[in-house]
């Protein structure tokens, strides 16, 4: 199967908090970097509170000659600290933003002054005209808050409509919801690229915690299988792999226009993926 060089392949980073995590970040970067991706997004912790952390972490790639995308959360935020994160994001050339609502701290009721990722993105087009391509996030299984598909589906519409350039979704092991939420949005008049986030599996018990956490389901067959392994990292892996390829590469040949991966800052398993894909 050939790369394509107009497809999107994106790997995503958290910034680390301690020095031995920033020396392992940059080691594992330079290994994602040969693979040839667009760009690494970075994410960003609840409320901001990784905010200098992640602009650390978005200024080592560009230094290193790769294209960063930090991503950018409404919730917390007031204008004014908005408009100051995207000053010094346009200062240091990153023309590449993922807009999101983004997590309440625990504890905390101040949502500040924006409430919904939609209303971020078109702040962010009034502040900075044309200069950042916005990427916003989608849910092929529907967000965990939204009332029904519907209303998601008309919110990922309203984010778009916004100004946002392209999206990437939530991770999913079931390819329909994916092709499923493609064929909806073509139904609405969507049609920028809806790139399908991708997560390898490391570990059984991390893959649970997130995914209860953001609403992604493990299918039943995943999850037997994965709980039948115990602690058996290696048959984990090696059925991770085997799941997620297949996964990703159904979704290549079915038309996605790209894959982004969220990596947990390690190389080996999307490398793996990657190979195995002929990429």
Known sequence: MSGGSDRIFSFEFFPPATPEGAAKLSA??????????????????????????????????QASGQRAAPHVSCI??????????L???????????????????????????FRYANELVAFIRETTGDWFHIDVACYPEYHPQARSPRDDMVNFK??????????????????DSY?????EAAALG?????????????????????SDACGAEIPRWIRNKLESFGDDSAAIRAFGLDVVTDLCDGLLSHGA????FYTLNQASLTTIIWQRLGL
């Open 87 to 113: 000053a010094t994001y346009r200062e240091h050339g990153i023309g590449h933003l993922v807009a999101l609502r983004g997590d309440l701290p625990s504890g905390s009721a101040d949502v500040g002054e």
């Open 158 to 175: 309203r984010k778009l409509d916004a100004g946002a350039n392209s999206a990437i979704t939530q991770y999913f092991f079931n390819a």
């Open 28 to 61: 594992t970067r330079a290994q994602l970097a040969q693979l040839g991706p667009k760009f690494f997004s970075v994410t960003y912790g609840a409320g901001g509170s990784t905010r200098d952390r992640t602009l650390a972490a978005v200024l080592d790639i």
């Open 190 to 210: 969507i049609d920028v690229p809806i790139v399908p986030g991708v997560m390898p599996i490391a570990s059984f018990t991390k893959l649970a915690r997130f």
């Open 179 to 183: 092709y499923h939420f493609v064929d």
């Open 257 to 260: 226009p790209g894959l982004h």
């Open 76 to 85: 917390g935020s007031t204008r004014d600290t908005v408009r100051a994160t």
